[in-house]
């Protein structure tokens, strides 16, 4: 099982700045405590020195609980079934949120774009980490066909200019992306090749008559088909993807015509028309007629669509 992980972002420093901010915030309440026990009534002095250790209290324990919910967690995505899983997991243990999306919902996967920092990477000054975690940009959007979208992982430039810790890592969030996308589109191709070859089995074990009309309308369509001889009878397929892939044919050699060609030197010929056909011939079964017979059908159903556009 292939992970996606969003692993470009400095944790170190998330961790470091989520500690730094829990004493600040002891400190920030121990002000609130003093100037409540010094407010010697309604006034100026008194109402702002309660009410700034309030502000500040509110914003860094904002900044704590968004450091903790969406920076320190690591982030994944992988695919289960025919959904992609996502994951926001703490510590490697606490699964945070959990995302589970049927990959044949998925409209696109987008870049929102690298967001430029509004710190000065100061990694001494709470005051750059509030700024940092207090709204979390979560970058990738996943646009689903019904119209709603999610947001996942979270990437921030906190510390531009510092060199103390390792930076963060943009070309590194872009490969991860880009993985991601590819991972869907593979696991999406995938999901539409099997729906397709199940629904080649199902046809070509349908009855026989509804079998027959639908081996014809894929001649007609891909304007080929699929020869072999038994017995000096022509046996007769249609559908390039069930002929390569179905297991019923696994042992059969078929030669591809191109179906005017088909029609001309062996349909049209005379002597051919009471020869036997085997069409939609499935390893048990098939609909036997006449070379005449299939020279008319296929008539039919090129005539009716030619009547059809006119």
Do not use: W
Not at 61 to 82: H, Q, S, T, W
Request: charge should be positive; proline fraction near 3%; include cysteine.
């Amino acid at each position: 099982m292939k992970k996606i992980k969003n692993d470009s972002q400095p944790y170190a420093l998330y961790i470091f700045a989520t500690i730094f901010l829990l004493f600040a915030a002891s400190f920030v309440g121990l002000c609130f405590y003093i100037s409540l026990l010094v407010f010697d009534g309604i006034n100026f002095l008194s109402i702002f020195g309660t009410l700034l250790p309030t502000i500040f209290f509110y914003l860094i324990m904002r900044a704590i609980k968004n450091g903790i919910l969406y920076f320190i967690p690591r982030e994944e995505c992988y695919v289960e079934g025919d959904n992609l899983i996502y994951k926001r997991i703490l510590f490697s243990k606490f699964i945070l949120k959990e995302i589970k999306i049927l990959l044949l919902d998925i409209q696109d996967i987008i870049d929102r774009g690298y967001k430029i920092p509004k710190t000065n990477g100061d990694y001494l000054n709470p005051l750059n980490y509030i700024t940092t975690f207090f709204k979390p940009y979560e970058r990738i959007l996943i646009e689903l066909k019904s119209g709603k979208n999610y947001k996942i992982f979270v990437d921030a430039n906190p510390y531009p200019y510092t060199k103390f810790f390792p930076s963060h890592d943009d070309n590194k969030f872009i490969k991860n992306y880009n993985n991601l996308k590819e991972l869907v589109i593979r696991e999406q191709s995938k999901i539409f090749f099997n729906q397709k070859i199940e629904n080649l089995i199902k046809k070509y074990n349908s009855p026989l008559d509804e079998r027959y009309d639908f081996i014809l309308n894929k001649i007609v369509d891909e304007g080929i088909l699929f020869i072999t001889k038994k017995n000096n009878n022509y046996i007769i397929n249609g559908s390039y993807d069930a002929i390569e892939h179905l297991e019923i044919f696994k042992n059969m050699y078929f030669e591809e015509a191109d179906l005017d060609i088909f029609y001309s030197y062996v349909l049209s010929k005379k002597e051919n028309q009471d020869k036997k056909a085997l069409v939609g011939y499935n390893g048990i079964d098939g609909k036997e007629i006449t070379m005449l017979k299939l020279k008319e059908d296929i008539n039919k159903i090129r005539d009716s669509r030619s009547t059809f556009k006119n």
